[in-house]
Every structure is written in structure tokens, then in C-alpha cells.
């Protein structure tokens, strides 16, 4: 059975990640929270706005209402990247070669591992940043579709279209699709194809939440992309050449009309952790849609959830601060 170790903090709790087998919790008040051989505290923001893993480095990156970006390292120490003052800074993303990028207002700031800065600009406020898996480029979520930039060459940005408000942005593990959360009960996505005259995208219409989706996550080898939004973990297939085009999602842990608010998948299995509004958070196994119950209903929902490397713990953070870590190998 699984066992759950209880963690409470004050607050809403933005993002959980381990570093290692460290788990770390990031408040909105800006302090973070790191359960090494007793809790550890780092003052790192005046307001925390954004807190991901950096998927080149065993670091965070975080952004803040105080207009700086910083790296924080496993013993909770950290290095100040950037600084804007009097901007909030609530887009960041990590790239190769020590990269990083973050978005303030219509611009993207790229800064590379040697501390230089390239800047790029939108017509309209930056969302959303993910850099590709192959070559330094970066997409860029904005208002009305997604820009492309290649960070090493001057050079004009391709624009991918879609009416609309798109709020992030992410890249499938072989680079050949981008998908972006929207402001609507959607997303939409790129097939990207290499053409004689360049590069051409295909529209893919993921449509049908009921409500906005603010979790994505990829599973292990790339093969489905699950999404928060509905009763249930929508998980698309793209494992075929043309991805989830024509095909419908697999619904998992569907629970009658209670909303899955978050969904991380295992580091090595197809399994997929689901976090709902209440609190509960259940284990899907995709390949027969088996459930296990790893944390029963709690007080806030459900707002980041993120697996050791192993895939043995599991940590878990909520909108109330009842926070936690389970423990599957049991």
C-alpha cells in the first residue's frame, strides 16, 4: 500500500519537484520548502509567480513578482540569472548548454550559458516559452498563435496562426509537435513537417473540455501527452506519424464531476499520476486503466505533483498548502 507522508505549509503552494531525491515546495509568498533530513527553508522571491524543473540541469528555475529569475540548486542555495525591476516575471524555461529563457511583457529574453542576453519581441504579451529538443530554438505563446526563433541566427520568426488567447507551450520529445494551452476548453497543436520550401504546420483541433486546462504531461518515451481540464486525465496519442490527428483520447480516473487539476506521468512507466480539486490523487495504468488510490480527498486542490527519479515517491502540492509525499514502493 502505499504510505503518505503529510506536509502543511501556509498558503498556496505553486509547484512541487524533486532535485534528486530531494522533493522541494514553492510558495506563492515566495520561500521554498526543501524535506531533506528535516524541512529546510530558502527565501528566494518577494512573491513567487512560476517554479519549474529545469529538464537539462538537477535545478529549479524560478520567477517572481520581484522581477528576478533565479537557479535554485539541491541544497536550497541559488544564483540570481536576471533581474527587471518592477516586472513580474511568471514565464521561465529552461534550455541546453546551461540556457535559459524568460518572457517580460512582449519580450523574450534568452540568456545563454556564456551570460549573454538575446532579446525577441512579439506583437502581443508573452505566455508561454518551451525550447525545442533539437538546436537552440525557442516557441513562444502569445495571443492569436505561437512564435518560432532560432536563438543563434538573426532571422525572421515563423508564426503558427490560431485565433485565439494561448497561455503555454510545449514540444513533444522528438520535436515534430507543439501543442499550446489556450484560454479556452482547449488545446491546439502543430504537426510540424519539413517541406522542399521550408517548414509547414497542420493544424490539430484537441477540443471538448469542459473546463481550461492548466496541466500537461508527457509520458517517459513521448508516446502520450495527458492533460488536466475534465472528470478525468485526457491523455492523447502520439505515437503515430500524424499524432492525436483523427484519433481520440483515452479518458483515465474518470470521476463523475469532480475536475482532475493535475497530472504528472511516472519517470519510466506509462503510469500516470492524476490530481483532482478535492484533493485525491489516484495511479492510472494506461495500459488497462487499473487505479490505485495514493492519497484519499484533502483540503485544496490538487495544483503540482512531481516523481523522483526513481519513480518511488511521489510529491504532491495544493492551492490550501496540505501538501505531502507518497510513497509507492510499499
Known amino acids: 500500500m502505499p504510505t503518505v507522508a503529510p506536509f502543511d505549509l501556509e498558503g498556496h503552494v505553486v509547484s512541487t519537484h524533486f532535485l534528486g531525491d530531494i522533493p522541494f515546495f514553492a510558495t506563492a509568498a515566495g520561500t521554498i520548502h526543501r524535506l531533506d533530513g528535516g524541512e529546510k527553508v530558502t527565501e528566494a522571491h518577494q512573491g513567487l509567480l512560476t517554479c519549474i524543473r529545469d529538464p537539462y540541469s538537477a535545478t529549479l528555475l524560478t520567477g517572481g513578482e520581484d522581477g528576478k529569475v533565479l537557479r535554485v540548486l539541491h541544497d536550497g542555495s541559488f544564483n540570481e540569472l536576471a533581474n527587471v525591476p518592477r516586472k513580474w516575471i511568471s514565464v521561465v524555461a529552461g534550455g541546453p548548454q546551461n540556457s535559459i529563457a524568460y518572457g517580460v511583457g512582449k519580450s523574450t529574453f534568452v540568456r545563454l550559458g556564456d551570460g549573454s542576453v538575446k532579446e525577441f519581441t512579439e506583437t502581443r504579451t508573452v505566455e508561454g516559452v518551451a525550447f525545442a529538443p533539437k538546436g537552440m530554438r525557442i516557441a513562444v505563446a502569445r495571443y492569436n498563435g505561437v512564435s518560432l526563433h532560432w536563438v543563434g541566427m538573426a532571422g525572421e520568426p515563423v508564426d503558427l496562426e490560431w485565433k485565439g488567447a494561448h497561455t503555454g507551450v510545449t514540444f513533444s520529445h522528438d520535436g515534430k509537435f507543439l501543442v499550446t494551452t489556450m484560454q479556452e476548453n482547449a488545446l491546439h497543436g502543430w504537426k510540424m513537417e519539413a517541406t522542399k520550401g521550408g517548414m509547414e504546420a497542420r493544424h490539430m483541433r484537441m477540443t471538448g473540455y469542459p473546463a481550461k486546462v492548466k496541466s500537461l504531461s508527457w509520458s517517459a518515451k513521448g508516446k502520450w501527452l495527458a492533460s488536466s481540464g475534465a472528470p478525468a486525465a485526457i491523455v492523447w496519442p502520439f505515437a503515430g506519424k500524424d499524432g492525436p490527428m483523427g484519433k481520440a483520447p483515452q ?66 502540492a495544493s492551492e490550501a498548502g496540505d501538501c505531502g509525499v507518497i510513497d509507492i514502493s510499499g
Do not use: Q, Y
Request: with cysteine; hydrophobic share 45%; aromatic share 6%.
Open 251 to 316: 479518458e483515465l480516473g474518470t470521476r463523475a464531476n469532480i475536475m482532475a487539476t493535475c497530472v504528472s506521468f511516472h519517470p519510466a512507466e506509462d503510469v500516470l499520476a492524476i490530481g483532482f480539486i478535492d484533493g485525491m490523487v489516484l495511479g492510472v495504468r494506461l495500459a488497462d486503466g487499473k487505479e490505485a488510490l495514493l492519497r484519499r480527498p484533502g483540503k485544496g486542490a490538487i495544483t503540482s505533483m512531481s516523481w523522483s527519479s526513481t519513480g518511488k515517491l511521489l510529491a504532491f
